[in-house]
């Protein structure tokens, strides 16, 4: 009981920090006219890893929260997911779609679309991340981004603010002591679902 206490501020603002990663998001994703609708190149299907313990925690949180049937589904198909990826031949990177996806009538849909993590909720518009000491490093969006920005003037979306609080809400979740003392997450959603919330 006490380490949820503890955890919830946090996740709290993990929650507003997501929301104005969406709000970027769109902001960005409008300026050029970038919607997902009927893309066939799902970013779904895209191997993303991720980074943090406490995205990993609310992950965890969101899925605890499912049903059990829906939980299982997906427990599933992340087996399923890992096992195609561990068995791919070398240099081959299979696209499977997300675990946590669901199919409907319109096509996938996030199952866990309001804990979804970073990556998730930014990838695919133009972006660029200013590191301490070093050049901006600018990323040009996913294939129907770049097209647009062709024909406009693209509204880079600036991810420096939002991972510096990303970073903040991670060395307050576990502590300046075990910051960097702790394994480094580099897990992929199937392997966060399977594994349960972290230990910490
Ligand atoms: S967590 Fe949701 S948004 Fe992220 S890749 Fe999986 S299905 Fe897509």
Redo the contacts with the bound molecule.
């Keep these: 009981m006490k380490k949820i206490a503890k955890k919830t501020p946090v996740l709290k603002r993990l929650y507003e920090l997501y929301e104005r990663m969406d709000a970027a998001y769109a902001a960005s994703a409008t300026a050029i006219g970038l919607s997902c609708q009927g893309c066939a190149d799902s ?2 299907e ?1 191997l ?1 890893r991720h980074h943090t313990y406490v995205e990993w925690t609310a ?1 965890a949180q969101g899925f605890a929260a499912l049903p059990p049937a829906r939980q299982d589904e997906m427990r599933t198909q992340a087996e399923t997911y890992l096992r195609i990826h561990r068995n791919a031949l070398p240099g081959m990177r299979p696209r499977v ?5 669901v199919s409907t009538e319109s096509g ?1 849909v ?4 309001a804990h ?2 970073m ?2 909720r930014l990838h695919g518009v133009p972006n660029v991340l200013q590191r301490p000491g070093a050049a901006p490093a600018a990323f040009p969006g996913c294939d129907r981004a770049q097209n647009l920005a062709k024909t406009c003037e693209p509204a880079l979306l600036d991810r420096t603010p939002l991972l510096s609080d990303l970073a903040r809400l991670e060395m307050d979740l576990l502590g300046r002591e075990r910051m960097g003392k702790l394994p480094r997450v580099d897990l992929t ?1 199937a392997e966060m679902l399977l594994m349960g919330p972290p230990r910490l």
């Design positions: 970013c779904c895209t993303f992950l779609p997300c675990p946590a996806s996938l996030c199952g866990i679309y979804r993590p990556v998730c959603i």
